[in-house]
């Protein structure tokens, strides 16, 4: 009763400090967003605890009791496991994928903050999804007044976004790292002034990004390394490059980080890369339902296959499942939400053709390359709807910040509400 008492002031006090030093705007939003991401969290254990009866998230914590349970025999034997992974008296823990092992140490310490209180240790993890992302907003916020509100609504009311970003799983601690990655990214691109503590904050960073979706990371690094160097050595000596240059040029500045990277990982090499994407489909139509899955027919692990797929694989990763594809509640729900973010996306192209330019048209470029290659990869590899739900999060609130920063439904809805509102006061 004490810890838990204890873990819950600790984590009051930490969002409270916080909040006292915002001065912003934003600073009503931040309690509620809070909550939401907490509420998102426990609402996520609950779900796989009675809905599903388990999952991934009450396996890692039994994992990660298991582990914290070396405590007992001495500090020695816990810490040597996070350093090599292995002990005698957990031999079942030795078959554990790599990127799953690293989480479960991870999660191991929260185990041993909350008590072994896996609610508490869910609270940690959200509140660390929330600050990651709160402070990517403000800094969003801070480039462009206008981008305030979608960026605000895209990573903490989408209901997917809060749900999967948050509580004890994977993808929590890894958007909590890409989202400070962007922060300091950000900070460069807009020439604000970097800290030396920012430069050794990306270390842990990247580690844990690395470690948890390695993928995240083999796209985004490209992606910001290339505007990196578009924004501060070519766009300022080639001042008159038209639109269409900029685009071609950053494509073939692009190619160079992506050959490296493919030499970092041994599922990056170019046919490894392509075996891994088919195998993975494979393996998800062969335990998924037939109508829980996007279908691929004929896709082989060569170039021209790959290619001829990537267009039903994008709208997947945005749209999918549609209403008509919904079999379950959860599935519902989640149809719901796509049914949105198609219309907004209807919205967002209208405004485009209409001439009105998505949020800083040189930083629409990464956003559109980091979604649109994140997507097809995981529509591709993980066609199951359920999994690609929960996946989609290392790119949704990105791509849902496109799309609502111009928005030509949103900007009628807006004064058709101001309309109203002029109406009923007068």
């Known amino acids: 009763m004490l810890i838990s008492v204890v873990n819950i002031l600790l984590l009051f006090a930490i969002a409270f400090m916080v ?8 600073k009503p939003w931040y309690w509620p967003a809070l909550i939401l991401r907490i509420c998102g969290g426990l609402f996520l254990g609950v779900l796989y605890n009675g809905y599903y009866t388990g999952g991934d998230t009450w396996v890692y914590f039994n994992d990660a009791m298991a582990v914290a349970s070396l405590v007992r025999e001495g500090w020695s034997d816990y810490l040597d496991f996070l350093w090599t992974g292995h002990h005698s008296s957990l031999p079942q823990l030795g078959e554990v994928p790599p990127r799953a092992l690293f989480f479960t140490k991870l999660t191991s310490v929260a185990v041993l903050l909350s008590g072994g209180n896996y609610w508490l240790a869910s609270c940690w993890f959200s509140l660390a999804s929330f600050l990651s992302a709160w402070f990517l907003v403000r800094e969003i916020s801070s480039i462009k007044s206008s981008w ?16 999967w970003s948050s509580g004890l799983i994977k993808e929590s601690l890894a958007m909590s ?14 020439a604000k002034r970097i800290s030396i503590w920012y430069l050794i904050t990306l270390l842990p960073a990247l580690w844990l990004l690395w470690g948890l979706k390695y993928y995240y990371l083999a796209i985004l690094l490209p992606v910001m390394v290339t505007e990196i160097i578009m924004q501060c050595l070519i766009r300022p000596r080639f001042a008159g490059l038209s ?8 494509v073939v500045l692009f190619m160079i980080p992506v050959a490296i990277v493919s030499v970092l990982h041994p599922n990056f090499y170019p046919q490894r890369l392509l075996d891994v994407i088919v195998s993975n489909y494979e ?12 279908h691929y027919p004929g896709m082989a692990a060569e170039p021209s296959s790959i290619i001829l797929h990537a267009p039903k694989a994008l709208v997947a990763a945005l749209f999918r499942p549609f209403i008509w594809e919904a079999s ?61 739900s929960r996946y989609r999060v290392g790119f949704e609130p990105f791509f849902i910040l496109l799309i609502t920063s111009r928005n030509s439904l949103l900007r009628w809805l807006t004064a058709r509400l101001d309309r109203n509102n002029k109406a009923l006061v007068g």
């Open 177 to 190: 790292a890409l989202c400070y990655i962007v922060i300091v990214f950000l900070r460069l691109w807009s």
């Open 328 to 388: 379950n509640v959860i599935q519902f729900l989640a149809a719901g939400e796509n049914l949105v973010v198609l219309v907004l996306t209807f919205g967002f192209v209208i405004a485009v053709v209409k001439g009105r330019n998505p949020p800083g048209s040189s930083l629409a470029l990464p956003l559109i390359m980091y979604f649109t290659l994140l997507g097809i990869f995981l529509a591709l590899s993980t066609p199951n709807f359920g999994t690609l």
């Open 148 to 163: 305030r509100g979608p960026a605000l609504f895209s990573f903490f009311f989408v209901p997917s976004v809060v749900c």
């Open 283 to 294: 393996a998800f139509h062969a335990i998924s339902e037939p109508h829980d899955v996007v």
């Open 19 to 26: 909040w006292r030093k915002q001065s912003d705007v934003l």
């Open 243 to 250: 639109r269409y240059a900029d685009v071609l040029l950053w």
